[in-house]
């Protein structure tokens, strides 16, 4: 019996969230007495999993699966869960997690609960709370099956070091041509920019800035704090931003440490997008918007006089304390 | 093309959400509900293939009687017929094992889901669903062509967007970006007269068994005041000092 972790890599290099995922598995291991297995396609480095709690490491090197495929992924993962006899499999909640987590589920005739925010309230019933109606509510859900599929959700549980070190094994897959049906053509992604899904600091901007042509000083900002940026429901309909930045229900849901709102009056399907960010900042120029009553810090202000001037300070703070 | 979209009944995005029995139930006094914005999007590309390319389109739905009138609003925007599988939708595995049934009965090419509903979030059904049929599956799907029997498509990954190919049979899970909101039809009165004539086919489900359960829910705590500031030394400090967030 194990605790299988599937660890995300991109370009070999593990990304954030794997170190949370790996976290999470050990603490679930803890709470069933028993280890912690990874598995990594083509990634580097794997013996930095042992920082965080896996005792074991199984390596798939396989070019083929150097583009992520759903279908051919999900299957290396079952077959690393059968072989580890595992109990218990997690995943984070990225775009690619997410993906493959339903054909997964199939594979192993597993239960999945996603959106998980916590360590299970028990592992018989294993029972874990989650995040439901898009972050209005939280659901505690059990899951009844002999395998159970856990989605992390980001930042739910940060990241836990211990002072293990993960035996490396490698793992061949059996795959087959039928698990390429669907085949990687292009990737469009802005390399030199934070995603949402994995920044630390978001700053999104509403309508209040009045045009597309005012987002200069939002993504001043964004470059400062090393944020990425975002954007409320009307901004993208209107084409003033891509899609892709639309944070609300229809939209990307946000879990980052901190969220700047700027000129977002705060409608209830955007409140629900970030209900998940720990630190929410509004700077709006309505004291009545409603985000304040959801926000930890505001300013009644003006963006066009406030932002201009939070971006030098911010600027003179980060070169003092780097 | 046969496509199937497969449809949620959900509360309004604008709904407030509460629940009764001791937080076991969710309360729907007074919750409008709406087809899942992520199925509209859906619906509203089908609609496209069937105009452009000639194709004939059903919409499913797992659930009771009362999710009728949702099913009624997708023919008013233009499906063909609908399929009501007559039992309550319990969890994900539940749902996407009665619409596997409906799929293969009606041997369709294209099925069409939304990534996630938004009521339960559970964001599994449409890859369950592939999983159970054995069909070809992209999540997250913001754009999709198809060519007899090949389909391009774009999914939205994490930082951008990827385009792949792929073929039929298919099953996709959509989002906004396969149309635009304002793409997004109202019915009309004729498509709504039209509708009360189109077939709405209610079949008995094959019984499919869940593999999780709800205990209860639970409210998140309410939020503390928000700390006005009036000068921006002063939130950067708190940032710094007390939120520790920057």
């Known amino acids: 019996m194990s605790v299988l972790v599937y660890t995300e890599s991109e370009n070999g290099t593990f990304k954030k969230t794997a170190f949370e995922v790996a976290s999470y598995a050990k603490g679930i291991a803890e709470m069933m007495g028993t280890s912690v297995t990874a598995i990594s396609i083509n990634a580097k480095d794997t013996d930095s999993l042992g920082t965080y709690g896996v005792d074991k490491v199984l390596n798939v090197s396989n070019e083929q699966l150097n583009s992520f495929n759903a279908s051919a992924f999900a299957k290396a993962i079952s077959q690393a869960a059968k072989a580890e006899d595992a109990k218990v499999v997690v995943l984070s909640q990225s775009a690619d997690a997410k993906y493959l987590a339903g054909l997964l589920s199939v594979q192993l005739e597993a239960g ?8 299970p309230e028990s592992t ?5 709370k989650r995040t439901a109606f898009t972050n209005k509510a939280f659901s505690h859900t059990e899951i009844n099956t002999d395998v159970k599929i856990v989605g992390l959700g980001k930042n739910a549980y940060g990241l836990k070091e211990t002072s293990g070190a993960a035996a490396a094994a490698s793992f061949e897959p059996s795959l087959s041509d039928g698990d390429y049906g669907v085949q990687v053509q292009s990737v469009d992604r802005a390399t030199d920019k934070v995603s949402i899904a994995d920044a630390e600091i978001v700053v999104s901007a509403g309508r209040g800035l009045k045009g597309p042509e005012n987002w200069d000083m939002i993504e001043e900002m964004a470059e400062i704090l090393g944020a990425a940026t975002a954007c409320s429901k009307p901004v993208s309909d209107l084409g003033w931003r891509s899609h892709g930045e639309h944070v ?14 700027i000129g977002i009056s705060g409608a209830i399907q955007h409140l629900a997008g970030v209900n998940s960010c720990k630190v929410k900042v509004v700077i709006n120029n309505d004291p009545e918007a409603p985000f304040f009553k959801a926000a930890d810090y505001g ?3 003006d963006a066009f006089e406030v932002v201009p001037e939070l971006n030098e300070k911010l600027r003179a703070f980060k070169a003092a304390n780097s | 093309m046969k496509i199937l979209v497969c449809i949620s009944h959900v509360p309004d995005t604008t709904s407030k959400i509460n629940f009764t029995d001791n937080d076991t139930k969710f309360d ?49 925007i233009g499906a063909d017929s609908a399929i009501r599988v007559n039992t309550e939708a319990k969890d994900g595995f539940q749902v996407a094992k009665e619409l596997a049934a409906v799929v293969q009965n009606g ?15 559970g964001g599994m059904v449409p890859g369950m669903l592939a999983g159970l049929t054995g069909a070809n599956f992209v999540n997250t799907c913001i754009s999709l062509d198809v060519d007899g029997t090949n389909a391009t498509a774009t999914r939205e990954i994490d930082g951008g967007k990827e385009t792949v190919k792929t073929s039929l049979p298919l099953v996709i899970g959509g989002q906004k970006g396969l149309v635009e909101e304002s793409d997004l039809r109202i019915p009309n009165m004729r498509g ?9 086919n209610v ?22 005041a928000v700390k006005l500031v009036d000068n921006v030394d002063d939130l950067i400090n708190l940032l710094h000092n007390e939120a520790k967030a920057i």
């Open chain 2, 192 to 200: 709504i007269m039209m509708a009360r004539k189109k077939p709405l």
């Open chain 1, 299 to 301: 300013i009644v202000g």
């Open chain 2, 28 to 76: 729907t006094n007074g919750v409008q509900f709406v087809i899942n914005p992520n199925d509209e999007f859906g619906l509203t590309r089908a609609m496209w293939f069937k105009e452009k390319q000639g194709a004939s389109v059903d919409v499913v739905n797992v659930g009771g009687a009362e999710t009728e009138p949702t099913l009624r609003k997708a023919l008013a």
């Open chain 1, 248 to 261: 609300g229900q229809t939209g990307k849901p946000v879990a980052s440490n901190l969220y700047i709102a």
């Open chain 1, 124 to 128: 018989a019933p294993f029972k874990v």
């Open chain 2, 203 to 224: 079949v008995e489900p094959t019984g499919a068994e869940t593999e999780t359960n709800i205990v209860s829910f639970e409210k998140p705590a309410p939020k503390g």
């Open chain 2, 107 to 121: 041997s369709y090419d294209l099925v069409i889901a939304g990534r996630e509903s938004i009521d339960y979030n």
């Open chain 1, 112 to 119: 999945y609960a996603s959106n998980v925010v916590a360590l």
